[in-house]
């Protein structure tokens, strides 16, 4: 996870000959890095200037921690308010509206960085043998990871269905102008292959060469009840449970020619709002266990996390590309480039 602070920015417009301010806001951000010693906001807005014929000026500014995500979720939660790109239109409601849960959840990334970095620190340690008795805190941490991973493979599930309904319609010469406002097919480039056994049987010097040692911690955390999670969303979200109930009516309504697909496109929008505060909530939850869990194996009836360190001999595949370009190149194939259904994360209509 990205973890680097910075500035989460409002950038306005101004219309030059009338002086009126818009609607439009460009809601981006700024990383706090070596590579972006030098650079601000103000340095961010003149290079917005460049091809706007409108004057911008910047909005407000709100510094925080894990600024990446403070900003994905930010878009994520207004989807149906974005434009095209980082750019909302927004009524001077929405506007408050918008800045307020930015300033919220900065006010949280600065209480649960320490967590997240001490965390990290933590997966990368050997665990002892230990198993420590569980809190009530600790057991209410465990069901809002539990919930909140409900929510967004149900949520995935969902965006699936929404992904194929539109992946059809596009083949459909009497729909595909109706749903090219907010879905594309996008042809990504077939993944490049590399054949290490044949490398390795052909070039056995070479390869040795370029093998390297590690000696790393790993262990993979296990929470108590994922498998065998059965609580309905109307226990702990009687909203997204609504929703969830919604879905298929629409889709039957949707496939009888009742309702639009543009209407679909609405709720895949409220699916990302739902999806940006399920993932918020797990990852707050989870970094706390393992925080509480620290160097010990578990967490009695709630976590496991037994770490231990592994001793593996891996190819450096970038210094060998660099040194034998041609013999990489000899045994990489490259895959077969796919299409991919891309659904608008914005309301640009």
Known sequence: MA????????????DLRTKELTQYFKVGIVRENEDN?????????LEHQTGNPRELY???????????????????KFAP???????????????????????????????????IQKADKLAKTKSNEDVIPATDELKQLNEIYLESNAKLKACEDMFDVIKEIFAEA????????????FV????????????????????????????????????????????SFKKEFKDFDPNFATMVESFEPLVEKIEAGKATKESLHGFSLELRRV????????????????VACGTHAG??????????????????KKALKEAHPDLVAEFTTEGESTKAVIVDPKKGY
């Open 3 to 14: 973890t680097a602070a910075g500035e989460i920015y409002f950038i306005g417009e101004k």
């Open 37 to 45: 010693a030098d650079r601000d906001s103000t340095q961010r807005l």
């Open 58 to 76: 910047i909005e407000s500014v709100v510094k925080t921690e894990l600024v990446e995500l403070v900003e994905t979720l930010l878009h994520k």
């Open 81 to 115: 308010l974005g434009v095209r790109g980082e750019w909302m239109l927004l009524t001077s409601d929405e506007l408050a509206k918008v800045k307020s849960e930015a300033d919220l959840l900065a006010s949280e990334a600065k209480e649960i960085i320490s967590d």
């Open 170 to 181: 596009l083949h459909d010469e009497d729909e595909e102008e109706e749903v090219e406002a």
């Open 184 to 227: 594309q097919v996008q042809e990504r480039k077939g993944k490049s292959t590399f054949d290490e056994d044949s490398f390795k049987a052909k070039y056995l010097d070479i390869y040795s060469k370029f093998t390297i040692t590690k000696s790393t911690v790993k262990g993979t955390p296990s929470y108590a009840g994922s498998r």
């Open 275 to 290: 999806n940006a505060e399920a993932l918020w909530a797990k990852m707050k939850s989870e970094s706390k266990i393992k």
């Open 299 to 316: 967490i009695d009836g709630v976590f496991k996390w037994v770490r231990t360190e592994k001793v593996t001999e891996s190819l450096d």
